[in-house]
C-alpha cells in the first residue's frame, strides 16, 4: 500500500453517526495518522435512537465514549457535534452553522 502524500497536513472525516467513521474508514485514518496527519473525526449525531433496552441519554453517552475511544485508538481528534439521532434535519438553526459538516470544518480550522 502506498504511504500518504506528504503534503497532506489534516484529514477530516465527518460522520452522521457514532461508528460511521469507524466502519467506513478508520483504516484508512490510521495509516494517515501513523504517517503524522492530523486526523479528526466529526460525528453529527448523538446515537441516542439506535437501541431498543437503552434508554435514550444513557445510550448517547455509552455512544460518545466508544467515539472518544475509537478516535484514541488511531490517534485521532473527535469533534462531537451531539445533535440528538434522527432528527439532525429537523433542526432549524443547525446551531448557527449552514450545514453539519461545516459545523466540523469549523471547528477543525479553528483549533
Avoid at 60 to 71: L, M, T, V
Amino acid at each position: 500500500m502506498r504511504e500518504p502524500a506528504p503534503q497532506v497536513k489534516s484529514v477530516l472525516a465527518v460522520g452522521a453517526h457514532p461508528d460511521d467513521i469507524e466502519i467506513l474508514c478508520a483504516g484508512t485514518l490510521a495509516r494517515y495518522a501513523q504517517a503524522g496527519v492530523r486526523v479528526v473525526i466529526g460525528v453529527a449525531t448523538d446515537g441516542s435512537a439506535g437501541h431498543m433496552a437503552i434508554p435514550p441519554d444513557e445510550l448517547a453517552g455509552i455512544r460518545r465514549a466508544e467515539a472518544e475511544r475509537a478516535a484514541a485508538v488511531i490517534g485521532a481528534e473527535l469533534i462531537w457535534m451531539g445533535y440528538t439521532d434522527e432528527l439532525l434535519f429537523l433542526r432549524t438553526s443547525r446551531r448557527g452553522c449552514a450545514s453539519w459538516t461545516s459545523c466540523a470544518w469549523q471547528s477543525l480550522m479553528s483549533s
